[in-house]
């Protein structure tokens, strides 16, 4: 299974990003998909999950409100709109997928992790 992230970058507090994490392997639209992220000198943390059908959405309470995650199977794709940024929000943002469609908070239920895409968000 391999997973490839997309769409970070530098932007300046209230703006907006859109993460893309590609991918390919296994059957896309039988598994959740998470975001996570990993800010310097902190754990990484869960952001958002969606399940397989993308009709189960889960959120950190720091992003809810200004954060959406969303996938198109048919595109084996999941999206991260985040919105409203913040500075706290700066760190390494990576997609990760559990071995199953439910929406997972455990990070050590997710087996499959991308290379990570830097998010940075100045004040």
């Known amino acids: 299974v391999q997973l490839q992230a997309s769409g970070g970058g530098l932007v300046q507090a209230g703006g907006s990003l859109r993460l893309s994490c590609a991918a390919s392997?296994?059957?896309?639209?039988?598994?959740?998909m998470g975001w996570f992220r990993q800010a310097p000198g902190k754990e990484r943390e869960l952001v958002a999950v969606?399940?397989?059908?993308?009709?189960?959405?889960y959120y950190t309470d720091s992003v809810k409100g200004r954060f959406t995650i969303s996938r198109d199977n048919t595109k084996n794709s999941v999206y991260l709109q985040m919105n409203s940024l913040k500075p706290e929000d700066t760190g390494v943002y990576y997609c990760?997928?559990?071995?199953?469609?439910?929406?997972?908070?455990?990070?050590?239920?997710?087996?499959?992790w991308g290379q990570g895409t830097q998010v940075t968000v100045s004040s």
């Open positions: 392997g296994r059957t896309f639209n039988l598994y959740a």
């Open positions: 990760a997928s559990p071995n199953g469609g439910a929406v997972v908070i455990v990070p050590k239920s997710y087996h499959y």
């Open positions: 969606i399940n397989w059908t993308g009709g189960i959405t």
